[in-house]
């Protein structure tokens, strides 16, 4: 490098420079306009600014001399400076000045960030901005060089930001944020490097650091340009405070990579100009969405992964792949369960997957907002389905395949996709079968074609019999195609059909696999195993497995992964017009009987492992019909058979009920019922059990309907839906009390006790409180009375009745302790420490709270420890630590997250503001109470819209003492309605207020 200008001046390489000013000043003027002539009256100005003397240009002239003498003495030749009339100029080659290095290498890394490869483009921008020694010819003081200086030193930071922005994206925020707290000190009114600094302390867990930065930002803006931060900046900070990017689990930036993408074929031919199209179309045109139409088996998903994995390495935060089932014996994802699915591929835990479809899909689009992502949506059924699904990303690209136009669609670029051409079409059909095998009976081959409508699957599955069949001709292939068993009569085109393939592959496999194969369709879940497989057939394990592999072999099944397998749409639909022959019908309905009884049975097993011992009494009595299944089923994984299951096994409550199997659709309902809740399937909770409730109001099973409305409840409550809740849970203790089931009236009672008093209905939830206890009858209730006195000693909290809780808590340890009901003393232990805090027992309260804390996170309780998190930092905050206050509502947010708990994340960013308030940000405290004020109001959650109300008027009482009263007064009044604790804190701030 023979000129370096980004620091220092240096010449010649190594430390060597110009000493004389004037000299120093016109070689950094050539420098900067290196390989273009800089005017003479441009360098005088430079020089001597407003005071040029009469000998200026003679001066001139002696600087260019000494340079080119000093030069030469450097080894550089004294050419490099030249002469013209209109001025001078600096010869450079290529690599002789480090600005214009730096120059190329940022260009460079900025080509490999839109090309995805995201790893080279940071080595690349970290080779171009360690060239830097410092500011820009620092040193030289000529106003003129210092303002073109000025432009670089403004590249420099535009570099540094976007290799930033690819090293956040690559997940290695710990080791940016030194570099950012430094850059961000030296140029405080620079709001990307500010923003970027707080997604990185955000993503390795420092939220109040974030914050702090954020809030010197907004002082600085204020003081020193008189303005807010930006919108995006505040976007951010919005999303740190409250708890945004903690719940998505890292910051908008992907941690890694995610490659969900399905194998893409191995001898994948024609569409050639389809595909060149439609990548000329992306890569050049910028087209972000395309959706590929046409029939059934032409080929769409086969298209739509090809181009996907063509361009993965544009792509390469996350690959994401679903098959929405707009054409299958499922019914269509709708929108909230298909970003739900996409959710978990991109590492989003189900449990922290927001129930509400616009707070999915805002989740959805916070989590791809950073990333190069490329999203395969398969199979779609309408416009409506895939609208929502479309992320906002300028950097993702969408795949949408479906059998229709989506007309209906605003975005996207539409391509109709035909069957293939006659020629592509014996090609494929050569590519599977043999090549010189189809070329030697051309006529035959293109009659093959012909019958299998020149549709890509149909020829695949043409082709493999002939493969697996060495001896027959292509000619006798084509005339089993014309002598086939029919079409399938939804899928022809004009006189093409896939029936014709299909008939012929399922007459050419064994009859036990002919058996078998009808029966599969039955299953409504994506994938299913082999014990599923052997349910449908009554077979033994070792027997299904064989004719599974056979139907592997002929392309009938295909084995997703090990020991899991899948039908193609078009074979289960081939499957279901089989099993439509009158001569299936009773074979047909013992499969359906087979297979609900084994998945009731597993899920019954589970169930009874995974519930308290006060809900096991209503799991449903079974025996199983295959013992031997159940032995080798996946029972002691529980929850995770459960989540990968959970899909077929609503899918077949559904089935149950249009079959005609009543008592299992209703079972099969309550065994999902604790692996629903705990797992935030709460969309799925509450349709099995409507369902269920109506098959079991046509049994006029009255415990059933009961048992049915008391667990749809329970979604109805975590959904913040109380009235919902009690209608169901009364009829449910009307039912129970006529039947005379004490134990399940004790259930519905301490149920709705809760809720009642969760609604702030105080009255009503005494009234079953009490009642529930006048039912306790002695040892044998145990179970019972340690639920009630649980229920019971959090509400009594709730109302400020603080010694009554603290006796039923201590009570409640006992009984717990006697009982070995670990759970019950984590609950115990955690209102026992509660009450003893607002009781002003501060140092056993503080005790209490960290067993209590420990004992829940030992017990895996999530809403559990997010109210003793709460609790603690209350403590905390009331002893003058709001910073560490702050920290942990922030850690019980999460938690209120991980358990599905509305109300609970309301009451967590409730005392998240008024610790930040504690902090002296009123501004970042006020716009989070608003955010609680909103959500509150649409759940009809009273206590927290009215502490949110209260949060308000704290925050504006110094500036606007009016609305400050207006919102206390609010708060007054919901708090006096539900008889509220609270509502004495609010009296004396009113009359603070005057």
């Known amino acids: 490098m023979r000129f370096g200008i980004l620091g220092p001046l240096r010449v010649g390489g190594g430390e060597s420079t110009v000493t004389a000013g004037r000299d120093r000043i016109v070689l950094a003027m050539l420098l900067l306009r290196a390989g ?59 690599n002789d000045l480090d600005a214009e290095a730096f120059a190329r290498g940022v260009e460079a890394a900025r080509a490999l960030v839109v090309a995805g490869r995201l790893a080279e483009a940071r080595t690349g921008f970290r080779a171009a901005l360690a060239l830097w020694r410092g500011p820009t010819l620092a040193g030289i003081p000529s106003r003129s060089v210092r303002r073109r200086a000025q432009a670089l030193d403004e590249q420099r930071l535009t570099a540094l930001e976007e290799c930033v922005d690819v090293e956040l994206r690559l997940g290695q925020a710990a080791e940016l944020i030194e570099e950012l707290a430094e850059s961000v000190d030296q140029h405080p009114l620079r709001e990307r490097l500010r923003g970027q600094l707080m997604l990185a302390l955000s993503s390795v867990g420092r939220q109040a650091d974030a914050l702090a930065v954020y809030r010197e930002g907004r002082r600085t803006y204020a003081d020193e340009l008189g303005i807010e931060p930006g919108a995006e900046l505040q976007e951010l900070h919005q999303r740190v405070l409250a708890g945004d990017l903690a719940l998505a689990g890292r910051p908008a930036g992907p941690a890694g990579a995610v490659r969900s993408l399905p194998r893409a074929i191995g001898d994948f031919i024609g569409r050639q100009e389809t595909v060149a199209r439609l990548v000329k179309e992306i890569e050049e045109d910028g087209t972000r969405i395309q959706v590929v139409d046409g029939m059934p088996g032409s080929g769409k998903t086969t298209l739509a992964v090809h181009i996907a994995s063509a361009l993965a390495d544009r792509y390469p935060d996350a690959q994401l792949f679903i098959d929405l089932h707009g054409h299958s014996e499922r019914r269509p994802l709708t929108p909230a369960t298909a970003v739900a699915a996409l959710l978990r591929q991109l590492g989003v835990p189900a449990e922290r997957v927001p129930e509400n479809l616009d707070d999915r899909l805002a989740l959805w689009r916070i989590e791809l907002a950073g990333r190069r992502a490329l999203v395969v949506l398969d199979n779609a059924a309408t416009a409506d389905q895939v609208a929502p699904l479309l992320p906002n990303g300028p950097h993702c690209l969408v795949l949408i395949t479906s059998r229709r136009r989506l007309v209906g669609l605003d975005e996207g670029r539409p391509s109709s996709l035909p069957v293939l051409d006659a020629d592509e079409a014996i090609e494929l059909l050569g590519r599977v079968a043999g090549v010189e095998r189809i070329a030697a009976e051309p006529e035959a081959a293109a009659e093959v074609a012909r019958r299998c ?48 393939a299909f008939a012929l592959s399922y007459a050419q496999i064994s009859p036990a696999a002919q058996r078998l194969f009808p029966l599969l369709g039955l299953y409504p879940g994506g994938r299913l195993d082999s014990r599923v497989a052997a349910a449908l057939a009554g077979l033994t394990l070792t027997d299904t497995q064989e004719l599974l592999d056979e139907l592997v072999d002929a392309h009938l099944v295909e084995e997703v992964q090990p020991g899991r397998y899948r039908l193609h749409d078009l074979l289960r639909e081939y499957a279901r017009l089989l099993l439509a022959a009158p001569d299936w019908q009773p074979e047909r309905r013992a499969a359906l009987e087979r297979l609900l009884d084994h998945h009731l049975s597993v899920t019954l097993a589970i169930a009874r492992m995974v519930e308290a011992a006060g809900s096991r009494r209503s799991i449903p009595a079974h025996t199983p019909g295959r013992p031997d299944l159940l032995a080798a089923a996946a029972v002691l994984e529980g929850r995770a058979w459960f989540e990968e299951n ?13 079959e005609g199997f009543p008592v299992q659709c209703w079972q099969l309902a309550r065994a999902c019922w604790r692996l629903n809740f705990d797992g935030g399937h709460l969309d799925e909770l509450i349709e099995t059990h409507t369902i269920g409730l109506r098959v079991a109001e046509g049994l006029g099973d009255e415990a059933a309907v009961a048992t049915m409305l008391n667990y749809v409840s329970s979604a109805y409550f975590r959904l913040a839906r109380l009235p919902e809740a009690i209608r169901a849970m009364e009829v449910a203790l009307s039912l129970r009390r006529r039947i005379g089931l004490r134990g399940d009236v004790l259930t519905t009672l301490w149920n709705l006790g809760v809720s009642y008093a969760a609604n702030g209905d105080l009255r009503q939830a005494e009234v079953k409180f009490d009642e529930a206890l006048s039912l306790i009858r002695g040892p044998e209730d145990a179970d019972a009375l340690s639920n009630l006195l649980n229920n019971l000693s959090y509400t009594l909290i709730g109302w ?60 895996t309780n999530r809403f559990g420890e997010g109210e003793v998190l709460n609790e603690i930092g209350v403590l905390e905050r009331n002893a003058g630590q709001p910073d560490l206050a702050a920290a942990l509502h922030r850690e019980a947010l999460v938690a209120m997250v991980d358990a599905g708990d509305r109300i609970g994340q309301c009451a967590s960013r409730n005392l998240l503001a008024r610790a930040i ?6 501004a970042s405290a006020l716009d989070l109470h608003r955010r609680v004020l909103g959500d509150a109001s649409r759940l009809g959650a009273r206590y927290e819209r009215a502490r949110a109300l209260e949060g308000v008027a704290r925050c504006v009482r110094d500036t606007d003492p009016t609305a400050a009263r207006a919102h206390l007064e609010q708060a007054l009044t919901l708090f006096r309605q539900i008889e509220s604790p609270d509502r004495h804190e609010v009296e004396r701030l009113l009359t603070e207020l005057g």
């Open 800 to 859: 400020g009745r603080y010694d009554e809780a603290l006796r039923l808590a201590r009570l409640h340890l006992l009984l717990a302790r006697q009982t070995k009901d670990l759970q019950q003393t984590n609950n115990a232990m955690g209102h026992l420490a509660m009450a003893r805090h607002r009781m002003g027992d501060l140092g056993p309260a503080r005790r209490l709270l960290r067993v209590a804390l420990y004992l829940k996170r030992r017990g």
């Open 917 to 922: 308030l504690e902090q002296g940000d009123a």
């Open 36 to 94: 273009r002539l800089v005017p003479v009256d441009e360098l005088v100005d430079a020089v001597w600014e407003d005071r040029p003397p009469a000998t200026a240009r003679a001066q001139l002239q002696t600087c260019v001399s000494r340079l080119r003498r000093r030069l030469t003495e450097l080894g550089l030749a004294p050419e490099l400076i030249v002469t013209d009339p209109a001025g001078y100029g600096v010869r450079t080659a290529p």
């Open 453 to 500: 409508g020149h549709l890509p699957l149909a020829i695949r599955l043409a082709g493999a019999r002939l493969a697996h069949r060495p001896r027959w001709r292509v000619a006798d292939l084509a005339e089993r195609l014309v002598a086939g068993a029919g079409p399938l009569a939804e899928l022809t085109a004009g006189q093409r059909s896939v029936g014709q």
């Open 646 to 658: 959970h899909a077929g096994l609503t899918a077949l409550v559904r089935v149950a009920e249009e």
